[in-house]
Structures are given as C-alpha cells and as structure tokens.
Nanobody, 127 residues
Framework: QVQLVESGGGLVQAGGSLSLSCAASGRTFSRYAMGWFRQAPGKEREFVSAISWNAGNTYYADSLKGRFTISRDNAKSTVYLQMSSLKPEDTAVYYC????????????????????WGQGTQVTVSS
C-alpha cells in the first residue's frame, strides 16, 4: 500500500506560479506511475498530468500543455507539479495519485482510475 500526502497549495494571483509536492510512503515508490488530478467546485474530477515510474514519459491534459510540468524524485519518494501562468479556471482541489503498472500506467491514467489517492490540496487563483 502507498500513502500519499500533498502539499504546496495556497492562494496565488492570476499569471503567477505555484509548485505542488506529493510525498509517498508505505511501499517502493520508484515502480509506481504517478499523476495529478483536480476537481473544481461543481465539476467532475479531471486528469491533469501523469509521469511514468522511470520518468521516461510524461502526459498532460491538452489544455494544460505548456503551463504545467510534472516531475519526480524517486530518491525522495516525491512527485511534483509546477504550475505557471495560472488562471482563475485552475482553481480546484488538486489530488496526487499512484498506480502500479501494468494495472494502470501513466499513459492510461487519464482514463483508468488509479489505485491510490492523497487527501488533496486547495489551489485558489484570484483574478
């Protein structure tokens, strides 16, 4: 079992930047595909980004490409999400997720529910 704890959320102005972190514990982190999802008020949870276990492949929602960057440090058992040029529409609770290939991979995380979730961290972007 993998436990995930997000941090780094907060209030930022439109056009600003913010970096989220997700610390994992419980099992070997390096073999898990990792991802980020978000859920805005009144909307369904949506896929944001994912990264393969060896960081060889990254995936992003089409609307977020160029603004968000996902990375991981297996030595620290941590995955990151760097966000820039933030918009009020980015306001949401951001969730870290983990999956163990081949059940779910980074490539399929956008359409296949991951096995482990963090509690979420609030990101609010003001106009």
């Amino acid at each position: 079992q993998v436990q995930l704890v997000e941090s780094g959320g907060g209030l930022v102005q439109a056009g600003g930047s913010l970096s989220l972190s997700c610390a994992a514990s419980g099992r070997t982190f390096s073999r898990y595909a990792m991802g980020w999802f978000r859920q805005a008020p009144g909307k369904e949870r949506e896929f944001v980004s994912a990264i393969s276990w060896n960081a060889g492949n990254t995936y992003y929602a089409d609307s977020l490409k160029g603004r968000f960057t996902i990375s991981r440090d297996n030595a620290k058992s941590t995955v990151y999400l760097q966000m820039s040029s933030l918009k009020p529409e980015d306001t949401a609770v951001y969730y870290c997720a983990a999956a163990r290939p081949p059940f779910t991979t980074a490539q399929t995380m956008s359409v296949s529910l991951p096995g482990y979730w963090g509690q979420g961290t609030q990101v609010t972007v003001s106009s």
